[in-house]
């Protein structure tokens, strides 16, 4: 799959997830069950992880893409899980080149 297909995929989810539990909230005035909160999260990080990674392999700097002053506490970024996914991406894109003889 491509890699801004898979990064719209993942926001359709993101937008699919918080809807659902906005509707929840507004039918029973409680709470959604955390593990919907806990997936939402989850996809989230991955998102911000794989958008950051996909922007830095576009030639993009992490002051570009990142706004540290606007980051909040306890939000900052895993670079191990940044390397893992510029890992990921990397290798495809290194064997799609083609040198000429």
């Excluded at 593990?35 to 911000?48: E, S, V």
């Excluded at 900052?76 to 083609?98: C, F, L, Q």
């Amino acid at each position: 799959m491509n890699k801004i297909q898979e990064l719209k995929g993942m926001a359709v989810q993101i937008r699919k997830l918080k809807k659902e539990i906005k509707d929840y909230q507004r039918e029973h005035n409680d709470c959604h069950p955390w593990r919907k909160h806990q997936l939402l999260y989850a996809i989230r990080r991955d998102f911000r992880y794989s958008h950051i990674v996909y922007c830095m392999l576009r030639g993009r700097t992490m002051e570009q893409i990142e706004n540290k002053t606007k980051t909040k506490t306890g939000n900052e970024i895993d670079m191990t899980s940044i390397n893992s996914i510029m890992e990921e991406y990397k290798e495809p894109i290194i064997e799609s080149i083609e040198v000429p003889k």
